[in-house]
Nanobody
Framework: QVQLVESGGGLVQAGGSLRLSCAAS????????MGWFRQAPGKEREFVAA????????YYADSVKGRFTISRDNAKNTVYLQMNSLKPEDTAVYYC????????????????WGQGTQVTVSS
């Protein structure tokens, strides 16, 4: 069992930066692939980024590639999402998720989810 708690969301102007954190409970965090997803009002949840258990491979949605960076610190049981050059269309609730047997963009393949953190980008 893994419990996930996101933090770091907030209100930022376009062009600004935020860093989201996702703290995980459980001794097996290092064996899980982690993903970030987001959901804007009236839209489906969409993939943002994923990172393998070792941190050696990452994967990004085209919409955030070059602006967002996912990373993890297994010693701290934490995964991060550094978001730069934010745009109003990045406004959404951001969720982290964990999977013990999948690394990719399909939200249905992730086993555990956090409660989400709101990111609002003003123009």
């Amino acid at each position: 069992q893994v419990q996930l708690v996101e933090s770091g969301g907030g209100l930022v102007q376009a062009g600004g930066s935020l860093r989201l954190s996702c703290a995980a409970s459980g001794r097996t965090f290092s064996s899980y692939a982690m993903g970030w997803f987001r959901q804007a009002p009236g839209k489906e949840r969409e993939f943002v980024a994923a990172i393998r258990w070792s941190g050696t491979r990452t994967y990004y949605a085209d919409s955030v590639k070059g602006r967002f960076t996912i990373s993890r610190d297994n010693a701290k049981n934490t995964v991060y999402l550094q978001m730069n050059s934010l745009k109003p269309e990045d406004t959404a609730v951001y969720y982290c998720a964990a999977s013990n047997n999948y690394y990719g963009s399909n939200p249905a393949s992730y086993n555990y989810w956090g409660q989400g953190t709101q990111v609002t980008v003003s123009s």
